[in-house]
């Protein structure tokens, strides 16, 4: 009777994982990789059986078997095709699998599947997402509507970026400062189509005498002020949000824009810069205020000295 007992607590123990268990299984896939001739991804999968053997290793782009690893067999490697790739068994094992010349076609959700041997017969699976990326051809192009501006002039900048997979996104910088981004639609099935990105900024050039003194602008800390996105407009069918910002102008008078095209964080291209000036810089006053109201109080005082003089010439 004790040994019946003892069987059954042993036996519970196997249930709950007490003697041999498949723990901790992971997998490391990198979000996304280039795609290319000699192009590659390392795939790993982590995992403790604690004192069971191991069966199989198997790995899967989403429903296809393309890696099997069996230690009991002879060789233990086994590879099935993948689509315009390879597998580099010498760098292929129990732990990893390389797959190399990769392509677009290639993305997806990838899965290690863990089976341990006897007497545990457990079996675990998890996956996660790979993109492969193909990036623009050419770098961002960024048109201005003018180059010249006066203050509460409203500048309108485009920027295109060539077909790549997946769209990139865009960000808006002025003066090296990130103000703005538009993320680029994704479809929710994998079509691998290669698809342009586009985005429309509005800029508003403001007084500075709008503003109280906080508000000046200098290199490290530049006085933006940042506005919901507007409205959508429909051209060609296709939907385009238009970002508005708005600013005080520096006192240079001049700012430099510019877009940057970004793919997760294995591509980033940026257009020239384009440099923005003011068509007559107003010299800063040393109060801090704007210079206009300056040359206001300059020209009454100006006005009163030339009339006092007049006066005098007359009495004499």
């Given at each position: 009777m004790r040994r019946i007992c003892h069987l059954f607590v042993l036996f519970?123990?196997?249930?709950?994982?007490?003697?041999?268990?498949?723990?901790?299984?992971?997998?490391?896939?990198?979000r996304a990789v280039l795609s290319g001739e000699g192009q590659s991804a390392l795939l790993r999968c982590s995992y403790d059986l604690e004192g069971a053997a191991l069966y199989s290793i198997r790995w899967y782009r989403a429903e296809d078997e393309f890696y099997r690893y069996v230690p009991r067999e002879m060789p233990p490697s086994m590879v099935f095709p993948?689509?315009?790739?390879?597998?580099?068994?010498?760098?292929?094992?129990?732990?990893?699998?390389?797959?190399?010349?990769?392509?677009?076609?290639?993305?997806?959700?990838?899965?290690?599947?863990?089976?341990?041997?006897?007497?545990l017969f457990h079996t675990d699976i998890r996956s996660a997402p790979l993109t492969?990326?193909?990036?623009?051809?050419?770098a961002p192009?960024?048109?201005?509507?003018?180059?010249?501006?006066?203050?509460?002039?409203?500048?309108?900048?485009?920027?295109?970026?060539?077909?790549?997979?997946?769209?990139?996104?865009?960000?808006?910088?002025?003066?090296?400062?990130?103000?703005?981004?538009?993320?680029?639609?994704?479809t929710s099935e994998q079509d691998f189509k290669e698809r342009s990105a586009f985005s429309q900024l509005e800029i508003t050039i403001l007084e500075t005498d709008h503003y109280k003194l906080e508000h000046t602008y200098s290199q490290d800390s530049p006085s933006y002020y940042k506005n919901h996105f507007s409205r959508n407009i429909e051209t060609d069918s296709t939907k385009h949000e238009v970002l508005r910002f708005t600013m005080t102008p520096p006192p240079s008078g001049q700012?430099?824009?510019?877009?940057?095209?970004?793919?997760?964080?294995?591509?980033?291209?940026?257009?020239?810069?384009?440099?923005?000036?003011?068509?007559?810089?107003?010299?800063?006053?040393?109060?801090?205020?704007?210079?206009?109201g300056f040359k206001t109080l300059c020209d009454v005082v100006l006005t009163f000295v030339c009339a006092c003089a007049s006066l005098a010439h007359t009495t004499l």
């Open positions: 519970l123990c196997l249930l709950d994982g007490g003697v041999w268990s498949l723990r901790n299984l992971s997998i490391s896939v990198p993948l689509p315009g790739a390879s597998v580099d068994l010498a760098q292929s094992d129990h732990q990893q699998v390389r797959i190399v010349n990769m392509n677009r076609r290639l993305s997806g959700d990838y899965q290690c599947e863990v089976s341990a041997d006897a007497p492969v990326v193909d990036p623009p051809f050419r192009r960024l048109q201005i509507s003018r180059l010249i501006y006066e203050r509460n002039d409203v500048l309108h900048a485009n920027c295109s970026v060539d077909e790549a997979y997946p769209a990139p996104n865009i960000t808006w910088t002025i003066d090296g400062h990130k103000i703005a981004e538009t993320i680029s639609w994704q700012f430099a824009i510019s877009c940057v095209a970004t793919i997760y964080d294995i591509y980033a291209r940026s257009s020239d810069l384009v440099h923005v000036k003011e068509d007559s810089p107003r010299p800063a006053s040393v109060t801090g205020e704007d210079s206009s």
